[in-house]
């Protein structure tokens, strides 16, 4: 299973830090360096930068890793701006670049910013447009595109990555999200979640995939992870009160919230065995997805969770 180290710069961080953990990332082994793409959070507002201009910087100070944008809104950019970005840093990352788009969801960064954020129904036809948009810039299918919301005229857009730069299609929506990954992803990425409910989500991406003449196979599934790692039980317990007292909750009732999302949480044997039963569902790729302003990373930390998850 691959591993990759997700962070939320909205919450707070500069540029510098952010190319420091994507540098940390590679040179302890992970496969995937990824961020979000948001412009606020809650509170007083953040230093944040733009994830697409940042991924400029990183793919010319990196190598190796995969840098992956999850998401960028369509909200944000028209898809010929999002072809063109993606185009462009799959070249100056010598194609390490995974383009991951969504929706748009945040009314608060989109209200500060003055950003249209049209109700869900609308988003989401112009997000299937959007994605059927590019795969007519990328090359993966003839002609161009001619929506009710975008089009294409019929031209080699170039760069032109086909196959070379992954979809990434997320979210935590049952029936439409799985079915245009089915569509259009090569990679269906979710939040921690059970199995009974990933399979749900599975089976409709399948047969999307099968009506779209797709083999279902070729779709990695991911799934973003935030564990809970304790060196041993008395620290295991004090990390569930204070993150139970922070929601209102008694321990036992975050434990609950925590195992019926299958969120992975205590001392090393007990996290190993939960990433080894995630993998035995067919997740191909966790990402270790960070809440907090990059400079409050704990890097010994995450470094240590991904070798119990290479260790299974």
Known sequence: MEIGL????????????????????????????????HYLSSGPPP?????????GGLARETSRIRLTVLVTPITFRHPAVIAKSAGT?????????????????MELEHDAFGMALPPMGQRYARFEEALRYLWAAFGRTDGGFDGEHYT????????????????????????????????????????????????????????????????PDTIKVSMAVNPIVAADESEHRAILAERAA???????????????????????????SQ????????????????????????????????RLIRSV
């Open 275 to 306: 990433f080894a039963e995630i993998a035995s569902w067919g997740v191909g790729r966790v990402y270790l997805q960070q809440f907090s302003a990059l400079d409050e990373i704990d890097t010994e930390l995450v470094g240590r969770t991904a």
């Open 152 to 215: 294409l005229a019929d031209i080699d857009v170039r760069p032109r990555v086909g196959q070379d730069t992954p979809i990434v299609i997320g979210g935590s929506g049952e029936k439409r999200t799985p079915t245009l990954a089915g569509r259009y992803a090569d990679e269906y990425n979710v939040f921690t979640m059970a199995k009974r409910p990933l399979d749900a989500r599975l089976a409709v991406l399948r047969e999307a995939a099968r009506r779209a003449g797709r083999d």
């Open 47 to 55: 230093h944040v930068t733009d994830a697409l201009t940042s991924f």
């Open 89 to 105: 840093l799959f070249e100056m990352s010598a194609g390490r670049f995974e383009l991951g788009v969504g929706t748009g969801w």
């Open 246 to 272: 922070g929601r209102d909750l008694d321990v036992d009732q975050y434990v609950a919230i925590l195992d019926e999302r299958h969120i992975p949480h205590g001392t090393d044997d007990r996290v190993a």
């Open 6 to 37: 997700m962070v939320e710069p909205q919450i707070g961080g500069t540029y510098a830090r952010l190319l420091e953990l994507a540098q940390w990332a590679e040179a302890e082994g992970f496969d995937a360096f990824a961020r979000s793409d």
